[in-house]
């Protein structure tokens, strides 16, 4: 008996799960997909019990970068047992990985412990049947449930589709979907009723963070953040109403008994700050609130994304404003991105930009896969419509050709620093990020190549988007192996890249490449670290990126008049940026939020079921 599955992204075929199951209770499982060269390539020997319970487990291959992975699990009178070369130990089996079990297709086997009530509470993990369908198949009906599945302390919802066996029918994302071979007919309707569920969660969430938000705040003993002139400004009175700062006034102003009152004593009111390197989806908008992040800019997503912009603008998604939206374009081959348009020659590459523009996208990414030599041609027809050109560079280009060509901004510090060791690396795949922890130290920002780039970057004005928390900064540790010692060495290298470039005036936006905005308020203490003040850090995650935005006359600063978007927080940034850690109110959307609302509703998924779920 056997099953096999088609694993797509951005509907290209980019791998396969195979499932064979013997008479004996023996089962093997083969699970590998290719996205951009990285991705897992595993395999399973499962067996189960006459209990249907999982006896033995072993898995060996590569995992999604290419770390071995090995595992050896069995049970024993009633407890299990892990073996790592020859030691043998007892472990806790309820808490392996279910995201890497899941997605390997293996729910059947581990279905009798995912929905056992029973073990529940010592689970770190919630399974829960949502709805049930039948369809017809082969003139047949075909019954099917969906599933959600989540780390407890996570807010990352899966939702899955089993059949009446247990087994994996088809899983489906806004990037990627994994369906059972001969039953892709299916996906349509499946990914539609996913997309009812998945929205209606955010509804109900949305719903439940609302009741303990407010609409008309005066914030009174307030220090806020002037920006752009760097200072502290104390003891004031802001008044917000419908989402707009009224007025600014001293603290001892009348506020009147319709005002909800925030006491802002001993704590610090600023703009609420921006990611300008997301790939937002709708779930993940109250991560992002929780973190302070108030507008984003997108980099790259599926066609879906001026919903997404809709529904946050007209407030019925809790979600940061989407300020700029990118169309991603990329050559269509096998190391293609994961998302956007993919071209097969230039012309389709124009037409490309002219349908991002009538849909409203602000600027173009050109990714790691395009022909260097349609660089020129699109980036000429994106400019004439007034859109911006950024991206990677290009396999088997530099980064001073892709400026040269027409690029406006170069996404990540590592395409700068790529170009050094030749054209004829191929930045398609995931040597682009190896050699930043293998080979950097080599390539100084005081070489001639550094010197060069740098200085047509600055005369050209480039814009860089560093996500220099993609690179570390890496930590000193005692007794350090020869490999640690040069992953720090070109640590230290990239972050010497990033403090020469800051030296010679290059602008930076602050970007995560990151779910839910993790990790920006990182990105700004490594602006600090490389010598930046920490009032440019403030405008740089603020001022600058409202201006980049071409939404300086609303955002970006604290002024009568303009919107309010603030973030409250317990210390001062302006002397200590780590101060950013304690965002304890975001304000946005005309409404307060308290940071620990906003994460407790993100994670919420407490009772969802079809009675709850408005599913067509």
């Known amino acids: 008996d056997s099953t096999n599955y088609t694993i797509y992204y951005s509907n290209r075929n980019a791998g ?30 499962l067996f189960t019990n006459t209990k249907k319970e999982i006896a033995k487990l072993t898995q060996t291959g590569v995992a999604y970068m290419k770390d071995t992975v090995s595992l050896n699990v069995f049970k024993k009178d009633s407890f299990y047992y892990s073996v790592k070369g020859k030691d043998t130990a007892k472990t806790n089996f309820t808490a392996l990985n279910l995201y890497n079990l899941a997605a390997s297709g293996m729910y059947e086997f581990f279905y009798p412990v995912l929905t056992d009530s029973a073990t529940h509470g010592n689970q770190p993990y919630l399974f829960e049947k949502i709805l049930e369908r039948s369809f017809m198949w082969n003139k047949k009906p075909m019954k099917a449930a969906l599933y959600s599945y989540r780390a407890k302390k996570s807010n990352t919802l899966g939702l899955v589709w089993l059949n009446d066996k247990h ?12 369906i059972m071979n001969g039953k892709e007919n299916l996906r349509a309707v499946l990914r539609r009723i996913h997309d009812s569920v998945s929205n209606s969660r ?17 914030l009174y003993n307030c220090n806020y953040v002037d920006v752009e002139k760097g200072m502290l400004i104390s003891n004031k009175t802001i008044f917000i109403s419908n989402g ?9 102003a009348v506020i009147a008994a319709d005002y909800k009152r925030i006491n802002a004593s001993n704590k610090t009111v600023m703009p609420g700050l921006w990611d300008m390197h997301s790939h937002t989806f709708p779930g993940e908008g109250m991560n992002y609130l929780a973190n302070g992040i108030t507008s984003i800019r997108d980099l790259g997503n599926n066609l879906q994304l001026p919903e997404v912009k809709q529904k946050s603008a007209e407030g019925k998604l809790l979600h940061p404003r989407v300020a700029w939206m990118c169309g991603f374009i990329d050559y269509n081959d096998d190391m293609a991105g994961p998302c956007g348009i993919f071209i097969n020659n230039v012309q389709e590459g124009i037409e490309a930009v002219r349908l991002y523009k009538k849909m409203g996208y602000k600027s173009i990414k050109l990714y790691s896969s395009i022909k260097p030599e349609y660089v020129k041609a699109i980036a000429a027809e994106a400019h004439k419509l007034g859109l911006r050109v950024h991206g990677h560079v290009p396999a088997h280009m530099t980064a001073a050709e892709a400026i040269t060509d027409g690029y406006d901004e170069v996404n990540h510090l590592n395409m700068l620093v790529l170009g050094y060791f030749g054209k004829e690396v191929d930045t398609r795949t995931r ?5 930043m922890k293998e ?18 970057m600055a005369e050209k004005k480039i814009i860089l988007d560093p996500t220099s928390i993609l690179y570390g900064p890496y930590p000193l540790r005692p007794n350090m192996s020869k490999k640690d010692s040069i992953e720090k060495q070109c640590t230290d290298t990239l972050f010497a890249w990033l403090k020469v470039l800051h030296q010679k005036g290059i602008r930076f936006v602050p970007g995560t ?18 010598g930046m003040s920490n009032a440019d850090v403030l405008r740089c995650g603020t001022l600058w990126c409202a201006q980049y935005a071409g939404l300086d006359k609303t955002l970006g600063t604290i002024e009568e008049g303009k919107v309010a978007d603030l973030i409250i927080i317990s210390g001062n940034p302006l002397e200590r940026i780590a101060a950013l850690d304690n965002i304890q109110i975001v304000i946005t959307q005309g409404r307060l939020f308290y940071t620990k609302d906003l994460r407790a509703g993100a994670n919420s998924n407490s009772g969802m079921n079809e009675a709850m779920l408005h599913v067509h």
């Not at 040597?431 to 050699?435: A, G, I, Q």
């Not at 080979?439 to 047509?456: D, M, T």
Request: aromatic residues 8%.
């Open 167 to 178: 087994q994996l029918l088809a899983e489906v994302s806004p990037w990627s979907d994994v």
């Open 431 to 435: 040597v682009r990020l190896t050699l």
């Open 16 to 45: 396969f799960i195979k499932i064979n199951r013997l008479p004996n209770g023996e089962n093997t499982i083969h699970f590998r997909y290719n996205d951009r060269g990285r991705g897992p390539d595993q395999r399973f020997t």
């Open 202 to 218: 955010l509804e109900q969430q949305s719903a439940e963070v609302l009741k303990k938000s407010f609409n008309k705040v005066a």
């Open 513 to 530: 490449d990151a779910g839910g905005g993790m990790g920006l308020v990182t990105e700004l203490k490594n602006y600090a670290m490389i």
């Open 244 to 252: 707009i700062i009224e007025k600014i006034a001293d603290t001892s």
């Open 439 to 456: 080979r950097a130290f080599e390539a100084s920002p005081h070489s001639a190549y550094g010197h060069q780039l740098i200085n047509l």
